[in-house]
């Protein structure tokens, strides 16, 4: 079987060859930035927004950023054309490098970057059809959540939560609002309406989220940006969750209760739909650029 083929350091590699040594801080400390592409048919899904997020990343960390965007384009295109999916999960990292063990930055050291690709799994028609469980939980998060950090210790333990409850996901509340899911940006429809939480501290700015709003302005849907309150979350005609890997996830029980009719809404459907046309314009490379509007 072939080997799955990664970047470390400016070398191509298979996977299992990859090393890091136990003294990098993305190890020891958590201390990096991460950032993960959908890939359609040989084609990433809106690569520049991608990349500016990650470079608002390190800026959040302080770290300069080791390649210039072409280079980046280069090694990602590289992994694409070099794994064998047609559907591919590309995940790149940026940790701040080797050095002995001290809280306060080192003052010369070189950032570890690593690259992967793996096969893109999308949500399967069964979930689809049923639509996901969700739990509420507060949010334990700290107060950057803007930054797309490695260290996601509170949402992994959000998140295995919610699995040993036999949810899929957890949606987060903080001083009365829900902000996002665990691994996940947060939507609702409640009275024709389409609300998602404005872009703050307190959540990822979500490139599949963005990618929705312009959609529902696109296709007429009634849209809005505004804090959603629990008592509005608890109230939905319908919630969705969105990120890279889970598309557009209509969420049909919230807290072993149904939400709305208790299955995918008709505003959720319409969304899907014209969210599987741009993946397919995608695949044809019309929108490969990733600016392009829907």
Known sequence: MEQEI???NGKFLPISEARVPVLDRGFIFGDGVYEVIPCYGGHLLRLDEHLQRLQQSLDGIRLANPLSMEEWKGILRHL?????????????????GVAGRDHGFPEETSPTVFAMS????????????????AITLPDIRWD???IKAISLLPNVLLRQQALEAGADEAILLRDGEATEGAASNLFIVKDGLLLTPPKDNRLLPGITRDLVVELARNTGIPHQERAISETDLRTADEIWLTSSTK?????????????????PGEVWKQMYQQYQQYKQRLREGSEETAGAPA
């Open 118 to 133: 793996k096969p893109l799994q999308s949500p399967s028609p069964s979930l689809l059809r049923q639509g996901a469980r």
């Open 144 to 146: 950057c959540c803007h």
């Open 247 to 263: 598309e557009i996830l209509p969420v049909t029980r919230l807290d072993g209760k149904p939400v709305g009719k208790g299955r």
């Open 6 to 8: 990664a970047y470390l």
């Open 80 to 96: 694409v054309e070099h794994n064998p999916a047609e559907d591919q999960s590309l995940y790149l990292q940026i940790t701040r």
